[in-house]
Each structure stands twice: as structure tokens, then as C-alpha cells.
């Protein structure tokens, strides 16, 4: 009998028995030779390993722990894949850190999110537990800034966008693959504007509400391959704040506006969807059946759609004391409603944050 090792496979097959392993078990192979880690950073391998994750999203939570009696604070991260049931079992991933800012949290893009306190951007991996910290942003002092995250598929980079509030100074800072060190580059924007809302980043561009300098609404449109700005205009009658979020909502961007607890409370969310061919807003009513029923007067955030069009529900981000966590996904067609308790986390949490559709990346591997 002829002995196959490993390496003498082709390497088409080398990249799909490897892209068939976890994260976890990845990260013990790249110790195996300088050869194998090579391969595993290898770009090839990474999109390959990407595009299967891709067809088993995760539902992500990012919490921040903190022990009172020590007047400590760290992060913790904690996913499981979000159409698999049971949810809490199907391939639960855990990570803490106490380095990892956590004033704002951008949605995760290819494995990895983007994380700020004040001038601090940390850019995390929570699949492989990776960090890596950008150069220190200077902002003039006690100015207040603001950072957004995007994916610039052209040159396979991601960029950190910065916005000083204060002197409306736009920054741009290219994270690659390698440890190549970035810096923070000045650029133009010709819409003066203020962003009040998080950010969505779908198909090559970062979305986010704003403020005009005439004190109107408007979303914000920025291209992150060729760094332009645009604006999408919004209804006059609508006025915008930090309580309104963007969603992806059926492949099209939405604003959904949470601070309408009195409708929320019933199962009704009102939300404004910019249809992408017509490129115009639309008013759309979602009602959801026997909704108090189900959520017993707990607040949740309609979060945008996942799958096959389910609509998606997470916890209210205030502070949790460690009871039962759920996330909801309701069937418009069969109108099934589904309600998934979140094992695992336990002790004392404040702002828990929920992400659709993470994926499983050997960035900064």
C-alpha cells in the first residue's frame, strides 16, 4: 500500500479538507510548519474558506461585562450559527478581552468588526480572537469623532472612515491583510453634515444617517473603493436620530425607527425602505401576531431580515442582569414565529449588542 501524506495531495484538495475545519483547529495547524501557515494566510485559501462560511451566517453578541465590586469592564463575544437549531449548541464561539474598546461597535463585514472608544480603534477577529490596533487617530482636544467600517472588494482592503464632529475633519485608514502598518490619510467631502446614527455597510458602500448643515434628515452614502460621498435624500417629513438604525431589510437598506416603544410593544414596526431600482423611499408596516404573547413586555430592536426573508429580533441594548437571552425570527409567508433562548451567558452585562449574519475569517490570522 502506497502511504499519502498531507502534502502530497493536490492543493485544491489541501484547501478543501482545510476549509472544512474550525477556526480553532485552523489556527493549531498554521503551527505545523511555516508552510502550512503560509498556506492558510494565503489569499486563495481565505476567499475560499470565506465563501463557505458565508452559507453559515452567525448571529453575534458583543456585551460588555463588568464587575461592579472591582470596578472592572471587559468585552465579550459570543456567537452561534444563526440558522441552526438548537441555536444555543450550533457551533458556539466565545472570546473575552479586556483591550477591546467598546463605545461603538460596527456591524461585522467578512469575519471581522471595528471597535472605538474615544480615539482607540481596535479592529477584531472574534472567530480567531484576533485584535489589531490602529495608529492613534489625532482629533483636536475634547473633540468628539465618530468611525465607520467598510470592505473596498477591489483592492481586497478594509478602511476605517473617521469624522471629527467638531472641525468636520474626514480620515481614512486602510487595514490589509498583512501587519503592514497603517496611517491615517485626510479626505474631502463636499456635503457638509453631521452623522447621527450607525452605519450599514451593503454592497461596496457604507450607509448612515445624518444631519445636512440646513438641519434636514438625510442618509449619508460613502463609496469605500473610490472614497466618495454622496447624498440620499430623505422625506421631508422625516426626522432623524440616534435612535433610528439602518437594516438590511430584504436586500434593500431600511431605517427603522426604536424609539416607538408604545408600537414596538404590540408588534407593529413602522419602517422606510429605499428600493434600490427605484431609488425612492417607501413606508411599510410590519405587524407581527400574538407578538406580546411571545415576548412578555421585553423590549426588542428589529434587526432586518436573514435567510429567506425571516424577519429578525434582538434584545433592547440596555442593561441585562443576566436573565434569559432571545433572539426571534418570524415567517411573513407562514407566519411562524420562532424564539431562540441564548445559553451560555451568564453574569452581569451591560449594552449587549446583536449582529446578523457574521461569518467565520482567517483575517489577521
Known amino acids: 500500500m502506497v502511504k499519502t501524506s498531507f502534502e502530497t ?9 482545510l476549509s472544512r475545519l474550525p477556526l480553532k483547529s485552523l489556527m493549531g495547524c498554521m503551527c505545523v510548519s511555516k508552510k502550512w501557515a503560509a498556506f492558510i494566510r494565503s489569499k486563495a485559501f481565505r476567499d475560499h474558506y470565506l465563501s463557505r462560511s458565508m452559507t453559515r451566517p452567525r448571529v453575534l453578541f458583543v456585551a460588555n461585562h463588568r464587575e461592579f465590586h472591582k470596578f472592572t469592564s471587559e468585552a465579550f463575544f459570543y456567537s452561534v450559527y444563526q440558522e441552526e437549531e438548537p441555536l444555543w449548541l450550533s457551533g458556539k464561539q466565545q472570546m473575552r478581552s479586556d483591550e477591546v474598546p467598546l463605545l461603538k461597535v460596527s456591524q461585522p463585514i467578512r469575519g471581522l468588526i471595528c471597535q472605538q472608544g474615544n ?5 477584531c477577529n472574534p472567530g480567531s480572537k484576533k485584535c489589531r490596533t490602529l495608529p492613534q487617530i489625532k482629533v483636536p482636544k475634547g ?3 465618530t468611525s465607520f467600517f467598510g470592505y473596498d472588494k477591489d483592492k481586497d482592503v478594509f478602511k476605517v472612515l473617521c469624522i471629527t464632529k467638531a472641525t468636520k ?21 463636499e456635503h457638509d453634515h453631521a452623522p447621527v446614527t450607525e452605519g450599514l455597510f451593503k454592497g461596496g458602500v457604507l450607509y448612515y444617517g445624518a444631519m445636512s448643515s440646513s438641519d434636514k434628515s438625510v442618509v449619508m452614502s460613502f463609496n469605500v473603493s473610490s472614497e466618495e460621498f454622496s447624498v440620499i435624500e430623505l422625506p421631508s417629513e422625516v426626522k432623524i ?13 431600511a431605517l427603522v425607527n426604536n424609539i416607538d416603544y408604545e408600537l414596538n410593544r404590540n408588534g407593529v414596526f413602522i419602517i422606510l425602505v429605499r428600493k434600490d431600482v427605484a431609488g425612492n423611499w417607501k413606508r411599510e408596516t410590519i405587524e407581527i401576531p400574538h407578538w406580546t ?12 431580515t436573514i435567510g429567506r ?6 434584545p433592547d441594548t440596555g442593561t441585562w442582569f443576566g436573565g434569559p437571552l432571545f433572539v426571534l425570527y ?16 451568564v453574569g452581569q452585562y451591560h449594552s449587549v449588542r446583536t449582529f446578523l449574519d457574521h461569518v467565520d475569517s482567517t483575517w489577521l490570522m
Not at 119 to 123: A, N, R
Open 143 to 145: 473633540a468628539s469623532m
Open 119 to 123: 480615539t482607540k480603534i481596535v479592529i
Open 9 to 17: 495531495l493536490p492543493l485544491d484538495m489541501q484547501m478543501e479538507i
Open 330 to 345: 418570524y415567517d411573513e409567508a407562514t407566519t411562524n414565529f420562532k424564539s431562540f433562548e441564548i445559553k451560555g451567558m
Open 309 to 314: 426573508g425571516e424577519l429578525a429580533f434582538a
Open 169 to 189: 475633519e474626514y480620515q481614512v485608514c486602510t487595514v490589509r491583510s498583512d501587519e503592514e502598518s497603517s496611517s491615517w490619510r485626510p479626505i474631502r467631502c
Open 293 to 304: 404573547k411571545t415576548v412578555d413586555n421585553k423590549k426588542f430592536y428589529f434587526k432586518g
Open 241 to 253: 436620530d440616534h435612535h433610528w438604525t439602518l437594516v438590511n431589510y430584504k436586500g434593500d437598506i
